[in-house]
């Protein structure tokens, strides 16, 4: 039986087919031209973790195959505004349909509602998909390595330099980690997340992590719940996580970002 992965990879070949149709590669590259500058992504989270705090990409997604709906209530700039007001240093944006019920119209419009540089959370295969981010406004891009050959994983990663955006290169495991390594991105993120089966384990980051070079920025993704579960990462030296289901659930999302951070409520302002 195929697994999820194979099934996304088959309707996204479809879906960027399509789209090559509707909008020609030349056509996406003039909207890619004249969109806003890249917020510098990478930027803003070595920023924040030069200042010794933990960096946090907030995660914008309705639903997901692995827990169905997630987010009835669901505002893309009302909750971009939420996470920005909580402490987030990135967002993410899920702009799959089939899977996660996101759209390219909700990056647009949660970064067109704040300051904060923007991941397209996609799977893409095609150097056109990494045109399409730019155009959408994204500031970064997202390279799945269980997804993707060494080859497409270069030029998807080529494409995006090229467009002045970053790559967060994701693994799952050792072998997916040494070809992360031989790319030129500095952005590794570890998901605890199995794509193929949807097994999430912390220790999956506990194992990755002492791998990796000093000179990398680790992201622990997926399945990261409590202040605990970060100062478990933390403790591997990772201080940058991608959250997005337990944050989507809160009524609060502000609050709920500031207490995951540690940051509790802000102090009343003097009288
Ligand atoms: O909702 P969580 O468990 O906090 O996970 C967020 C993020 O890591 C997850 O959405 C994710 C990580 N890698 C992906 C690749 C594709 C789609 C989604 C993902």
């Known amino acids: 039986m195929a697994d999820i992965l194979q099934k996304i ?6 879906e960027i087919a399509a789209a090559k149709k509707a909008h020609p590669w030349t056509a996406v590259a003039e909207v890619a031209k004249a969109a806003a500058p890249p917020r510098g992504f990478l930027r803003a989270i070595e920023r924040r973790l030069a200042r010794q705090q933990p960096a946090l990409i907030a995660e914008i997604k309705k639903a997901s195959p692995s827990r169905g709906l997630i987010r009835a209530d669901f505002d893309p700039p009302a909750l971009a505004r939420a996470y920005e007001a ?8 899920l702009t799959d349909g089939p899977s996660f019920q996101g759209r390219g119209d909700h990056l647009v419009a949660a970064r067109g509602a704040t300051a904060l540089p923007v991941i397209r959370k996609d799977f893409l295969y095609d150097p056109y998909q990494v045109i399409e981010a730019r155009a959408l406004g994204a500031d970064c891009i997202l390279i799945i390595m269980a997804a993707v050959d060494d080859r497409t994983a270069r030029d998807l990663e080529e494409t995006a330099a090229e467009h002045g955006m970053d790559a967060l290169i994701e693994v799952h495991d050792e072998a997916e980690l040494e070809r992360a390594l031989r790319l030129s991105s500095r952005l590794v993120g570890i998901n605890n997340r199995d794509l193929k089966t949807f097994e999430t384990r912390l220790e999956v980051s506990e194992r990755l992590a002492p791998l990796v070079p000093k000179d990398r920025v680790l992201v622990g993704e997926s399945g990261l719940f409590t202040p605990d579960d970060l100062a478990r990462l933390a403790r591997v030296g990772i201080s940058t996580y991608l959250i997005g289901e337990s944050l989507m659930r809160q009524a ?6 500031r207490a995951l951070l540690g940051r509790g409520a802000p ?3 003097a009288e």
């Not at 609060?252 to 970002?257: G, I, L, N, R």
């Open 9 to 14: 990879e088959a309707y996204k070949r479809t």
């Open 86 to 93: 909580g402490g987030a240093t990135c967002l993410s944006v």
């Open 252 to 257: 609060d999302v502000t609050a709920a970002t």
């Open 267 to 269: 102090a009343p302002a």
